[in-house]
């Protein structure tokens, strides 16, 4: 029975950072990333977009450009012509062109560094992240965020994607939302008024759960250069990129993972035979 229990709470511990690096709070959209590691040329057009639009504020400071072409299947040519930029050399690691204090000065924070970002958030939730910017002039950088609400980065992207608001729909849900959690919260409201504000609030929840699942929260105003589902399918190449460099054994362990099968495969026909020959006297 001790044993038991050492086992369970062991178990537990093990399991407590897997939950929580699943994100924990519902997050708006929530499609999936469906992201291909398997597919070398979507990794490759991530790292382009990565180096091309991040690498200025992000660093990836476990990732080298060198092991980029090993895992990739790129050349060193390849990878010193399209993914190295300015005076860095094949063996630097993704190192960020901006200084810390100036980023700090103008967004508020450092952008933090990305090589593991996806082992922390998760693949849906950056990939949902990259789709989710939407037109708020209340914010600084005139864009907010459905998935990292109030978030401090600019749409780097936005001339990719165009530009979109949220629906009429949703802002409506939202306020009754808003509103209804505040009956809730109030103290001296009477208990069937709350009763029914929280009725409300539920009601207001599943039409969020709703217009989310039919690609309702947003409303696209103005076109980017690349069509909604270019777009998309970008993002997909993005996040599978982060997710390669949050977990690079991972690419060689599934082509391991095919020999390792194929071997015990293999080793089924002897075991066979010798099977039938040890067994042929027994009766
Ligand atoms: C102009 C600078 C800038 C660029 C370029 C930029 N970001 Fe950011 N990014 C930020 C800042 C600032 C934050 C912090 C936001 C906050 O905490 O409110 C951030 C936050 C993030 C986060 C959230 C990290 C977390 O877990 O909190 C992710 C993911 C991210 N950026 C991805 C990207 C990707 C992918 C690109 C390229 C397409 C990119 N960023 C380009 C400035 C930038």
Request: hydrophobic share 45%; proline share 4%; glycine share 6%.
């Amino acid at each position: 029975m001790k044993k038991l229990i050492i086992i369970a709470i062991t178990a537990l511990t093990l399991a407590a950072p897997v939950a929580f690096s699943a994100g924990g709070d519902k997050i708006y959209p929530n499609d999936h990333a469906n992201i291909n590691l398997a597919d070398k040329e979507s990794l490759q057009n991530g790292a382009k977009l990565f180096i091309n639009y991040c690498a200025g504020c992000h660093s990836m400071q476990y990732v080298r450009y060198s092991r980029i072409a090993q895992d990739l299947d790129l050349s060193e040519e390849q990878v010193m012509e399209n993914l190295v930029l300015g005076d860095k050399k094949f063996g630097d690691t993704l190192k960020k062109s901006m200084n810390p204090k100036l980023a700090k000065k103008w967004f508020g924070v450092d952008p933090l560094d990305l090589s593991l970002v996806a082992r922390v958030r998760g693949n849906d939730w950056l990939y949902n992240y990259m789709t989710s910017f939407y037109k708020d002039d209340s914010r600084p950088f005139g864009v907010n965020n459905t998935v990292f609400p109030d978030v401090g980065m600019p749409h780097i992207l936005g001339d990719l994607q165009g530009e979109q608001v949220l629906s009429e729909e949703w802002v409506a849900a939202e306020t009754a939302i808003s509103e209804a959690k505040k009956i809730v919260a109030d103290q001296q409201a009477d208990k069937q008024v709350k009763a029914a504000a929280e009725k409300r609030m539920h009601e207001a929840e599943a039409i969020k759960e709703e217009l989310s699942h039919d690609g309702k929260i947003f409303v696209q105003i103005s076109k980017g250069s690349m069509t909604p589902e270019e777009y998309k399918h970008n993002m997909r190449d993005l996040v599978a990129f982060m997710a390669y460099t949050a977990n690079p054994v991972k690419l060689q362990s599934k082509s391991m993972g095919i020999w390792a099968i194929l071997f015990l495969v293999l080793l089924l026909i002897p075991a066979y035979f010798m099977k039938k020959e040890f067994w042929k006297d027994v009766h």
